[in-house]
Antibody, heavy 120, light 107 residues
Framework: QLHLQESGPGLVRPSETLSLNCIVS??????????WVWIRQPPGKGLEWIGS???????YYNPSLNSRVTISVETTKNQFSLNLRSVTAADTAVYYC????????????WGQGTKVTVSS | EIVLTQSPGTLSLSPGERATLSCRAS???????LAWYQQKPGQTHRLLIY???SRATGIPDRFSGSGSGTGFTLTISRLEPEDFAVYYC?????????FGPGTKVEI
């Protein structure tokens, strides 16, 4: 059974870079032709799609974050990562990684989420 | 960007009752690419419905989706105790992919 687990620091200073990893277990990140995604939910607000990546490295991002975000994949470690630069308090959120339903921009399997606070 | 609005914000019902959740879009959703998710405390999000009406793998048939264009509905025909949760809609007809704010179904 596929399992996704987010990891990374829970506290990031303003203007620094938020870096998270999503470790995939129970299956290979590079098999099956799936896209993988980062989504976040600020406190008291709705879910926001950040961006998606294919195992080959092809990406597409939310235009609202495009200038600050990079998603990458490390197939040898069976994980993918999120880097969000120049963070502010508005980037405080629970960050989720997930896998797309094959051939679709729907999210079939989710991680539990990790809370990241941006504060000095 | 397509903005999704969900109503009501909270739905108070009893087990066995029918739940009807609404999701409205600020513009027509291409190909009716609308999905529904369930979120319960301490659990991961669960995909229920995609393409407006198709149930995801393993989803009981008491969950059904309907609608087209800008108006969509998730119906739970008879609420089970495990169905009390928050439900989100998501459109994937146009990027950026966007979500609604959620409807909480409570006892």
């Amino acid at each position: 059974q596929l399992h996704l687990q987010e990891s990374g620091p829970g506290l990031v200073r303003p203007s620094e870079t938020l870096s998270l990893n999503c470790i995939v277990s129970g299956g290979s990140i590079s098999s099956g032709g799936y896209y993988w995604v980062w989504i976040r939910q600020p406190p008291g607000k709705g879910l926001e799609w950040i961006g998606s990546i294919y195992y080959s490295g092809a990406t597409y991002y939310n235009p609202s974050l495009n200038s600050r975000v990079t998603i990458s994949v490390e197939t040898t470690k069976n994980q993918f990562s999120l880097n969000l630069r120049s963070v502010t308090a508005a980037d405080t959120a629970v960050y989720y990684c997930a896998r797309h339903l094959q051939g679709s921009d729907v999210f079939e399997i989710w991680g539990q989420g990790t809370k990241v606070t941006v504060s000095s | 960007e397509i903005v999704l609005t969900q109503s009501p914000g909270t739905l108070s019902l009893s087990p066995g009752e029918r739940a009807t959740l609404s999701c409205r879009a600020s513009q027509s959703i291409s190909n009716n690419y609308l999905a529904w998710y369930q979120q319960k405390p301490g659990q991961t999000h669960r995909l229920l419905i995609y393409a407006a009406t198709s149930r995801a793998t393993g989803i009981p048939d008491r969950f059904s989706g309907s609608g087209s264009g800008t108006g969509f509905t998730l119906t739970i025909s008879r609420l089970e105790p495990e169905d009390f949760a928050v439900y989100y809609c998501q459109q994937y007809g146009t990027t950026p992919l966007t979500f609604g704010p959620g409807t909480k179904v409570e006892i």
